[in-house]
């Protein structure tokens, strides 16, 4: 059988080894050779040893571990077709035409771009005499499958991407942190998370974490909002409540799509309410350390399905995303998912809150 090869692209996340692990250890079992191309698709451009077999040990011991030990990174030249030409004649030097991708919208708009133009760019090698034709005819076509790789949480698609329930518990053991300190002092708290154009972990977070106030690029409030919160905030104090906490997500925006910064939370509390508030940012502490247990059976569960998917497609099949709805492992057609995503986040873009939540299949009340 050709091969399948399997990638992480884009940021890294918690789970993605987990979800290595079940790719590969699916693969093996039904007798397909699988490869790692390490580096994402920059190692698919390289070639040489980026692209390696790899064995059933070679996945052992990694389930617990964050990040993704075959590494990631931002490729410009696979963005070019002569990238991508250079790509698919490594793919075929290793006999793989099936792709598992575990990334973000970009990562998996680039596998499609890939895999609607593989006939054509075999064409071009075979014209220029790099590849055979009856080489070129082993692999009539490539299949792909996405998996959803990113902290976020901002996929259509599915409910949850991989590492986006770590960062949650990493988010919510940090606020839990804060909130002792926090209380010793009665302080105010301003803490910064990671989402890029999603709310996500802002939200659950702060609802997780007790929180007193949260900012999300989804929601914009009210002008008047500064004051609002500061009365909030003040009741609590005034009802001895020790410590306040605000979580700011770190695409929050006012109504005008100015961006509202986590320092200028802090300072709107601290002339507002006259006393001391902290900023913490959490930054890439969120992408970091062991996956959550169900980051773990999640990544198991879709990497699985996605070689199942890979080893029944057809020339004709359509790449498939696969991700968990009402907690079942789905499959939905990959490119719709990539558009309802990126419409969301242009809607997001223009201020269009009430599109951005129908498209996420949600609702929207202030
Ligand atoms: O998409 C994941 C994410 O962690 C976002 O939450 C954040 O905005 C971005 O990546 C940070 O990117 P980088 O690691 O390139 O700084």
């Known amino acids: 059988p050709t091969g399948i090869g399997v990638l992480t ?3 890294d ?5 987990a979800a290595l692990r079940a790719v590969v250890r699916t693969a093996l079992s039904r007798g397909v050779p699988v490869y790692a191309i390490y580096e994402g698709y920059r190692g698919m451009v390289e070639g040489g040893n980026r692209i390696r077999p790899l064995s059933w040990d070679d996945v052992g011991g990694i389930m617990h571990r964050g990040g993704t030990i075959i590494g990631t990174a931002r490729s410009r030249t696979f963005r070019t077709r002569e990238g ?3 790509a698919a004649a490594n793919l075929i030097e290793h006999g793989i035409n099936r792709l598992v991708v575990i990334g973000g919208d970009g990562s998996l708009t680039g596998a499609d771009t890939f895999r609607r133009e593989w006939s054509s760019l075999l064409a071009e090698l075979v014209e ?6 009856e080489t070129a005819a082993r ?15 901002d996929f259509y698609g599915t409910d949850m991407t991989i ?6 518990h990493r988010i919510t053991a940090a606020i839990d942190a804060l909130v002792s300190t926090a209380a010793s002092h009665q302080r105010t708290f301003v803490v910064e998370v990671m989402g890029r154009h999603c709310g996500y972990l802002a939200l659950m977070g702060a609802v997780a974490g007790g929180a007193d106030y949260v900012l999300i690029p989804e929601n914009p409030p009210e002008p008047g909002w ?5 009365a909030l905030l003040r009741a609590g104090r005034a009802a001895g409540r020790r410590e306040s906490i605000v979580v700011v997500a770190e695409g929050a925006r006012d109504r005008e799509g100015n961006p509202i910064t986590s320092d200028y939370v802090r300072r709107v509390l601290e002339e507002r309410l006259e006393e001391d508030a902290r900023v913490t940012i959490l930054g890439h502490v969120q992408r970091g350390g062991t996956p959550s247990a169900f980051d773990r059976w999640m990544s198991t569960l879709v990497g699985y399905a996605a070689v199942e998917e890979l080893l029944s497609a057809t020339p004709d099949s ?3 995303l696969i991700g968990m709805r009402y907690n079942r492992i789905t499959r939905q057609p990959l490119m719709h998912c990539v558009e309802q995503t990126q419409q969301v986040s242009a809607a997001i873009a223009a201020g269009d809150y009430q599109r951005a939540m129908e498209l996420r299949g949600g609702s929207f009340t202030e």
């Open 226 to 230: 500064e004051d609002r919160m500061c």
């Open 163 to 168: 590492g986006a329930d770590s960062a949650l």
């Open 9 to 11: 692209s884009g940021g």
């Open 139 to 153: 692999y009539p076509f490539l299949a792909l499958v996405g998996l959803v790789g990113s902290i976020d949480n």
């Open 13 to 17: 996340a918690q789970g993605m080894n």
């Open 318 to 320: 359509e790449p498939q």
């Open 128 to 133: 220029t005499g790099k590849l055979s034709r």
């Open 84 to 86: 991508r030409l250079q």
